[in-house]
């Protein structure tokens, strides 16, 4: 069974940039659009940044847009989420996920994903 987990959340200033990894166990990612998504409590999961399990396509969410990206490894078993020019409103906690959806789509609903990583925190102090 695809399982995953988060590594690279800390604490960071207004300015910093951070890069987060998604590191996949029991299988690849190859088959699999992959996504982050990051949530605070009391909030709805919300939607970062997806690429395609095809690697051509991604999707990045209105409000990380210009300072997120998301990369796949070529071995196909690490995502990346590249953030720069973190804002305090960043600060969450971020989920990588899986879905399998045709090659060249990437789902931005969070009901669309069927796997997910336990989490890791990124704070970002003012």
């Known amino acids: 069974q695809l399982r995953m987990d988060e590594s690279g959340g800390r604490l960071v200033q207004t300015g910093d940039s951070l890069r987060l990894s998604c590191v996949a166990s029991?299988?690849?990612?190859?088959?699999?659009?992959m996504g982050w998504f990051r949530q605070n409590p009391g909030s709805e999961r919300e939607f970062v940044a997806g690429?395609?399990?095809?690697?051509?396509?991604?999707r990045i969410g209105d409000s990380v847009k210009g300072r997120f990206t998301i990369s796949r490894d070529s071995g196909e078993t690490t995502i990346y989420l590249q953030m720069n020019s973190l804002e305090p409103e960043d600060t969450a906690v971020y989920y990588c996920?899986?879905?399998?959806?045709?090659?060249?789509?990437?789902?931005?609903?969070?009901?669309?994903?069927?796997?997910w990583g336990p989490g890791t925190q990124v704070t970002v102090s003012s």
């Open positions: 996920a899986a879905a399998r959806a045709l090659s060249n789509l990437v789902p931005t609903e969070a009901a669309a994903y069927h796997d």
């Open positions: 690429i395609s399990s095809s690697g051509v396509f991604q």
């Open positions: 029991g299988g690849t990612f190859r088959p699999y659009c």
